[in-house]
């Protein structure tokens, strides 16, 4: 009876949004709510039955990924069909406990959370990534761009902006597979430097080094970016697809440490996602706790406010600061579409359930960049010289000229 009537209450909720869905049970009893349904939902046991009575899209996904609900169909029609499903708020005033951000990242803590995801396996990455292995929002110039031309235009997007010069000291926070300081180093010809929590990353690098006969130009090191040392400072400082990781309560620290490593007149790009709004530190409807379960734990919002008054707080100034929410969107998607098109080497490798929390990750991500429910800011600052100039173009120019 209870069975019935909650089957009942999920079929009210999709007649009333009009969603061209097919729902199937376990049992073979079936609803077909529309003549041409673009989305199938399988349901394969009474506890996601149960779990669909006050749904939400944290519960939707986690039944997804455990396998009690299989979901068929384009990933963009899957994600709009889950919001409608759900009926709920997304974007909330999630106010955490704060008082817990300390130890959410401190330094063994970090580095278990980020061998956690990165550390998945360098062969899966490389079956969605571009060739570069570039983890972070591309560049699109052209609605058409293929993804391997806009990470290589964001690679170059970023030097621009960092208005890199031959011999200057580079350091990336954060280096992933090492995209931004080999492709400084091969075409700005600088010295870069690239630090990683990721064994796999870190591997990689020294390896990508040795191939392209750049040891002469750049390392890499297994390290926090709380232990770069002091006593060598930096002309430029680039932390890209990281800022995520360290916490509202590290912020000061953060900020402090870069000042401190940078050289007077030096400048940092810091480009990371943003929450949407002031007091906002992750998604509603369940779906932060999802994130923080199964794929980034650890992982804190700030709104981009808050980042540019934290850096000012520590002797940082804002030069430029440019919104690519709608570039990460369209970066995700690309990811989700090339993921689908390997699922059966990628579920080779590592299985069925981690295949499905990137797919529902990467493409509820893409929805939330395209609702604005999230955003993502490149913010450059400067360390002034002790007159307060900062050695900078007066205008964008160098960034937007033709290459």
Request: glycine content about 6%; aromatic content about 10%; some cysteine.
């Amino acid at each position: 009876m209870l069975q019935s009537q909650i089957l009942k209450l999920v079929e009210n909720r999709l007649r009333r949004h009009h969603l061209p869905v097919a729902v199937e049970l376990w049992n073979g009893q079936a609803l077909r709510l529309s003549e041409q349904p673009n989305v199938t939902l399988k349901i394969n046991n009474a506890k996601a039955l149960f779990n669909l009575a006050k749904p939400s899209l944290g519960k939707l996904a986690k039944s997804y990924v455990e396998l009690e609900i299989d979901l068929a169909g384009r990933m963009r029609d899957i994600i709009s069909f889950g919001e409608h499903l759900c009926e709920s708020e997304v974007v909330v005033d999630k106010k955490s406990n704060r008082a817990l951000s300390w130890w959410k990242h401190s330094k063994p803590t970090d580095r278990k959370n980020i061998t956690s995801h990165y550390d998945v396996s360098n062969a899966f990455y490389a079956l969605w990534l571009d060739q570069r292995r570039v983890y972070s929002c591309a560049y699109f110039m052209q609605a058409d761009d293929t993804l391997e031309r806009a990470q290589e235009q964001k690679l170059d997007h970023i030097c621009r902006k960092l208005d890199l010069k031959p011999e200057e000291r580079l350091l990336d926070i954060g280096c992933g597979w090492g995209g931004l300081i080999l492709w400084a180093a091969e075409h700005y010809q600088v010295r870069a430097t690239g630090i990683t929590l990721s064994q796999n990353q870190h591997d990689y690098v020294q390896e990508q080094i040795q191939a392209r006969g750049l040891q002469d130009r750049v390392q890499v090191h297994l390290m926090d970016y709380r232990d770069v040392p002091e006593d060598a400072t930096f002309d430029k400082i680039a932390s890209v697809g990281m800022f995520e990781h360290v916490g509202r309560h590290n912020l000061p620290k953060y900020f402090s440490k870069i000042y401190r490593l940078l050289k007077p007149g030096g400048l940092v790009m810091n480009h990371g996602i943003t929450s949407s709004g002031l007091d906002t530190e992750g998604l509603g409807s369940g779906i932060s706790d999802f994130i923080e379960q199964y794929v980034f734990p650890g992982g804190e919002l700030v709104h981009v406010s808050q980042v540019i008054e934290s850096l000012s707080t520590h002797g940082l100034e804002c030069w430029d600061a440019e919104c690519l929410r709608p570039h990460y969107a369209r970066t995700l998607w690309h990811w989700v579409d090339r993921l689908e098109a390997n699922a059966a080497e990628a579920k080779a490798l590592v299985g069925e359930e981690k295949y499905r929390i990137w797919q529902i990750y990467m493409a509820g991500s893409a929805h939330a960049f395209d609702r604005g429910w999230m955003s993502l800011f490149q913010i450059l600052a400067g360390k002034p010289l002790e007159n307060g100039t900062l050695p900078y173009p007066l205008t964008r120019a160098h960034v937007y000229r033709a290459s």
